[in-house]
């Protein structure tokens, strides 16, 4: 199988703690190892709930600290392209919860960035029906 991919959520609410922590550690390739929240009673009920001990106030240190594979982002939408652009220009790549941004304007510079960064950019759309 090879090794798992360490994976960082950066924002640590309702998103985070209910849907993508659980669905990271429950998969056999991915590894939960950091979290970052500019919210720190968000971040220690986080680290209680799922077991991360490596939390971080500024998602950039989180990125400069940790090697992640993979950054899982669950902030507001109108955090996205910011968050999405420096984990791409960190060489890590992104995840994100939809709506992927707030215009296209953003979208598209997600885009081009990872392009940019040869990291791979996805959207998440796991309640689409909801």
């Known amino acids: ?3 798992k991919l ?3 959520i950066v924002g640590c609410g309702a998103v985070a703690l209910k849907g993508h922590a659980p669905a990271i550690t429950a998969s056999r390739y ?3 190892v950091a979290a970052s929240d500019v919210s720190e009673k968000a971040l220690k009920r ?3 709930k799922t077991g991360v001990k490596r939390l971080y106030t500024d998602y950039r240190e989180m990125l400069e600290r940790e090697e992640l594979d993979l950054v899982d982002v669950c902030t507001p939408p109108h955090t996205h ?3 999405a652009v420096y984990s791409a220009r960190q060489g890590v790549n992104v995840l994100v ?4 941004a707030v ?3 953003e979208c598209r510079r997600m885009v081009e960035e990872a392009k940019r960064a040869g990291v791979k950019l ?3 759309k796991n309640h689409r029906y909801i």
Do not use: D, Q, Y
């Open 97 to 100: 919860e939809k709506p992927m």
């Open 81 to 83: 392209a910011e968050v």
């Open 122 to 124: 996805c959207v998440v």
């Open 46 to 48: 986080f680290g209680r």
């Open 30 to 32: 991915l590894r939960l």
């Open 1 to 3: 199988m090879g090794r």
């Open 6 to 8: 360490n994976v960082g």
């Open 103 to 105: 215009s296209t304007r």
